[in-house]
Every structure is written in structure tokens, then in C-alpha cells.
């Protein structure tokens, strides 16, 4: 029996487009920018940020030294949030109404707290609610000190939210961190581009 749903942030509630990110960076004279980053992960100084292995300001001092001089951290910060489309109200209801189930709701993302404390933390306070008020508990990878799709952040999951993987619905737009939590023993769910969650959950909580 499925007690716990397990969300992926980026590409399931929060609608994400690489491109506009790269156009931004570009713009700023960052014309490698499309090597580091892809749409499921991160190279070099981004996928160190999003694993916490280094601060948001050796982040942007790692950045600095591929862009032109003159440079400032808000404008890499307003580039890299460009990634970010942002949340429909209606997802963010749907997320409501699955707490009012019964369900337990959790949030496991792979992110960076440059993110993570600017426009994703605005993205939830649509509803003049807080990003906690939706979940029982989120973790994103650069707290974990890793990366989806490594086993190891779904057993920190396990630990930090008491879930069991069998009891629990793993939810994601990449069909290799499902994988991963399929062969941890997960239910999972696949959310393709351009469709909703809350239209596929349904037939899994039966």
C-alpha cells in the first residue's frame, strides 16, 4: 500500500527550460555555458553547487573566471534562475489535495541553493502559503551531498523522512533516477513533457 508520494521538483511541478538559461548566460559572454549544463544534470562548477561540495560564492567566483571581466553575482544568479519557468497554481493545489488524502508528501530534487533560496522559494508563496506548508519534508541534492540518480540520496531519503521504499511512490520526469529507485524497491512514475501528475497518479494509489 502506497502511503508516502516521493516528487521530483524540476520537470514534474516546477516547469524548467535549460535553453532560456543558456540564452541568459550566453548573453553574459559565457559561450561554453551549454557544456556544463544539460537537462537532467550539471558538469564542473554547476554540478559541484548542486552536490555542495562548494558555497554559492565559489560558485559564482568559478563562473567569473569563463566570463568576460565586469561580470557580478546578480547577473549570474539572474542567469542560472533563468533555468526556472515556475509552478502553475493548480499543480500547487493538487499537491493540497493530495495531503488532504491522508498521503505523505515529500520533495527529493536535484538542486542548488542559489535556486533553492530565490525564485523556487517565491514559486510557493503563490497561495500565500510557505514551500513547507506542501510537504512533509523535502531534501534537496545539495544538503544530500549528492546527486540523483545515485542510490545513495535515496537512502538519505529513507532515513530523513522514516519512509519505507515499498510503501512509498517515487515521481520523476527521468526515466534513469527511476531506475534507480525501481531497483531500490520504489513504485514509480513517469511524468513525460507536457503532462500533469496529477493526471497518472490515480491508477498507482489503488
Same mark, same amino acid.
Given at each position: 500500500m502506497i502511503t508516502n508520494l516521493l516528487f521530483d521538483l524540476?520537470?514534474?511541478?516546477?516547469?524548467?527550460?535549460?535553453?532560456?538559461?543558456?540564452?541568459? !548566460?550566453e =548573453?553574459? #559572454? !559565457?559561450? =561554453?555555458? #551549454?557544456m556544463y549544463?544539460?537537462?537532467?544534470?550539471?558538469k564542473g562548477p554547476f554540478e559541484a553547487l548542486e552536490e555542495g561540495r562548494i558555497t554559492?560564492?565559489?560558485?559564482?567566483?568559478?563562473l567569473k573566471r569563463l566570463m568576460p571581466p565586469g561580470v557580478t553575482d546578480a547577473q549570474i544568479d539572474d542567469a542560472f534562475q533563468e533555468f526556472l519557468v515556475g509552478i502553475p497554481v493548480a499543480r500547487l493545489h493538487e499537491l493540497r489535495e493530495l495531503r488532504k488524502m491522508g498521503l505523505n508528501i515529500y520533495m527529493l530534487s536535484n538542486t542548488n541553493p542559489i535556486m533553492w533560496n530565490g525564485r523556487i522559494l517565491e514559486a510557493f508563496r503563490q497561495e500565500g502559503l510557505h514551500r513547507a506548508d506542501y510537504f512533509d519534508g523535502?531534501?534537496?541534492?545539495?544538503?544530500?551531498?549528492?546527486?540523483?540518480?545515485?542510490p545513495r540520496i535515496f537512502e538519505i531519503?529513507?532515513?530523513?523522512?522514516?519512509?519505507?521504499?515499498?510503501?512509498?511512490l517515487f515521481i520523476d520526469d527521468s526515466q534513469t533516477n527511476l531506475d534507480t529507485a525501481a531497483d531500490l524497491g520504489f513504485h514509480t512514475l513517469l511524468v513525460p513533457q507536457g503532462?500533469?501528475?496529477?493526471?497518472l497518479i490515480g491508477p498507482h494509489l489503488k
Open positions: 524540476g520537470g514534474v511541478i516546477m516547469d524548467i527550460d535549460r535553453m532560456r538559461c543558456v540564452r541568459a !548566460f =548573453s553574459l #559572454g !559565457f559561450d =561554453s555555458v #551549454g549544463l544539460t537537462d537532467y544534470a550539471q554559492s560564492s565559489e560558485f559564482r567566483d568559478e523535502m531534501l534537496p541534492s545539495f544538503e544530500a551531498g549528492v546527486q540523483k540518480p545515485s531519503a529513507c532515513k530523513l523522512f522514516d519512509i519505507k521504499p515499498e510503501h512509498t503532462k500533469e501528475f496529477a493526471h
